[in-house]
Each structure stands twice: as C-alpha cells, then as structure tokens.
C-alpha cells in the first residue's frame, strides 16, 4: 500500500500511524502548519485552548518523527501554502534511518494536475515497491573552495546538476530563485557557490529519465 497525496498534510500524518504503508509520497503537504502556512489567519481565530489541542491532534509535525517508510517530500520553491522553511523542518523532523528524499521544483505550480505531473512519484513508488532502479540519493552539501560539492549515488546516469538560489529578503515563498549548471563526475556532484548574499539554496541532480532529486535547502 502507499499514500500518495496532492494533498499531502494527510500523507504525513497517515505515514506517521499507519506502518503497513509501503512509501509514501506528501504533494506540497508537510507540518508545522501553525508555524508558517496558509492558514496562520485561521489559527489566529482559535482560542489557545483549541489551537493547542489542533496542533496536538491533527499537525503533522507531531506525527513525522514516527514515520518508519521511505519517504518522498515533493513541492515547490514558491508554494503559496506550504512554504520552504516548514517543509524543511518538516523532513528533518522524520527519522534519519528513514529513506528520505527531496524533489523540490523552482516555481511548481500548485493544483491537481501540476501535483500528479511529476514523475519522480512513479519513480520513487516503483522503487520502493518493484525495487525498480531509484531517484538518485544525495549528501549534505559541502563547501571546498569555489565550489559546492554534494556526494551523489545514482543507478541511472547523471546528466544535469543544477545550484538554485535566492537572494530575496520576502517572505519565503515569494522570492525570485535563479539557477546555475554545475558537473558531475564519479559520485561527485559540483557547482558554483551561490553569491555571498544568497539567502537560500539547494542543489538538484536530474538523470537520464528526467527525474530530479533534491538536497536539503539551505536557509539563512
């Protein structure tokens, strides 16, 4: 069984419960609603009597860190519900032995058919389930030099690397993201560092299939 979800706040929590689920796949949804989302004016009108017991029942960051399935987060930089820094802490907040990965999109639209388009759900589905060849995985980025260096494992062939950054100083989901090509060799990924006033950025390698995998973003 896998939860696949456009939706994806009930993936997270359902994946947080329910451990007969093979993977699951959270479509924009994460946690730490009350933190940052689209919904901090409604939460504004709850008494804190009933804001504390929404947040101990239905948030899902009280439900990620008993996730137990591989785990796929997908989303855009620029998602007007679910915006980068609680999606951030959202993953974190699911265990490190837990298969976790990023597929983060600059500018994904959000809707239904924008959040069933991607291809990396199938992939990471047929992965998990077919033991059909994955997304590629890859490290904590690092900095020697010029350059960042991210350690990248991939079944299938590498063809792009990309570094994705911003230097808006907006709210999070409302900045203008740009992007440079980087390289790959071996298990080696490289890029450009971002400019010094960079306030976010994350780096993307895509394979021969087209599917893309994310790093974590970093925000400063």
Not at 109 to 115: E, L, N, Y
Request: aromatic content about 10%; overall charge negative.
């Amino acid at each position: 069984v896998t939860g696949i979800s456009w939706g994806g706040y009930l993936t997270c929590i359902t994946a947080g419960i329910d451990s007969r689920f093979k993977a699951a796949v959270p479509v924009y949804g994460c946690g730490y609603l009350y933190e940052n989302s689209a919904w901090l004016d409604q939460f504004a009108k709850l008494s804190p009597e009933h804001r504390d017991l929404w947040i101990k029942l239905w948030e899902p960051s009280q439900y990620l860190p008993h996730v137990s399935m591989p785990i796929l987060f997908v989303n855009g930089t620029n998602d007007f519900a679910y915006p980068l820094d609680s999606y951030m802490k959202s993953f974190d907040a699911v265990p490190d032995e837990v298969l976790k990965q990023f597929c983060i999109t600059v500018n994904m639209p959000h809707g239904h058919p924008p959040g069933w388009a991607p291809q990396e759900i199938g992939v990471f589905i047929d992965h998990a389930l077919l033991g059909k060849p994955g997304l590629a995985r890859l490290g904590e980025i690092e900095t020697e030099g010029t350059l960042l260096r991210v350690d990248c494992t991939s079944e299938r062939p590498v063809q792009r690397v990309q570094l994705h950054y911003t230097t808006g100083s907006e709210a999070i989901n409302m900045r203008a993201w740009e992007s440079r090509d980087g390289t790959v060799s071996a298990d080696l990924a490289e890029t450009p560092l971002p400019p010094e006033n960079a306030t976010a950025y994350f780096v993307t390698v895509t394979d021969d299939r087209g599917a893309v995998t994310s790093t974590r973003i970093t925000l400063k």
